[in-house]
């Protein structure tokens, strides 16, 4: 298998939205996609986007993708590489092109000087969490994930919640 990584363009928005889809549908929340091509343009390849992406191919047809930004570590004062999605398409798995991704972040990760490379897993995906403690990526078992969407959000923002 010829695996090969390249910087998502805008013309990519597409094949992104499709991943995300699938990636979605994978982890039993397709219903909860609100991405659309357009709100991928503006995202991702859109003027202040501290978003990038990039797509994973097998002899030049799309096989996957990673979409990451930058986070902050205040007490290592350095920049931090937090991926946010990682897809490889059903048919390409088990021959290492997960693991290429991961790599490609690694790597890019180092050479922007960062000070580490997270990012999270659902507790019942077992075969990515095999990946990732082969890579030796230890999981973060004292920190618990807070999240506010929605009219939470919105609320909250606005002083109308506690």
């Known amino acids: 298998m010829a695996f090969s990584i390249r910087p998502a363009t ?8 499709g991943f995300i889809t699938e990636l979605a549908v994978y982890e039993k929340a397709g219903h909860e996609v609100e991405a ?7 995202s991702i390849f859109g003027p202040g986007s501290v978003t990038e992406a990039a797509i994973l191919e097998h002899d030049g047809v799309p096989a996957g993708f990673a979409v990451w930004f930058m986070s902050y570590s205040t007490w290592q004062a350095k920049n931090g590489l937090y991926l946010e999605d ?7 798995r ?10 490609h972040l690694a790597k890019l990760a180092v050479e922007r000087g ?13 075969p990515a969490i095999r990946v990732y403690d082969a890579v030796g990526a230890e999981p973060q078992t004292e920190w618990i994930r807070y999240r506010l969407t929605g009219e939470k959000l919105k609320a909250f923002a606005e002083g109308a919640a506690n």
């Open 94 to 103: 088990g021959g290492g092109a997960g693991k290429l991704l991961l790599r």
């Open 86 to 92: 990682l897809y490889v398409a059903p048919d390409h």
């Open 114 to 126: 960062c000070g580490r490379f997270e990012w999270s897993v659902l507790d019942w995906n077992e």
């Open 36 to 42: 659309t091509e357009e709100t991928i343009l503006s």
């Open 10 to 17: 805008p013309a990519d928005a597409g094949t992104i939205l």
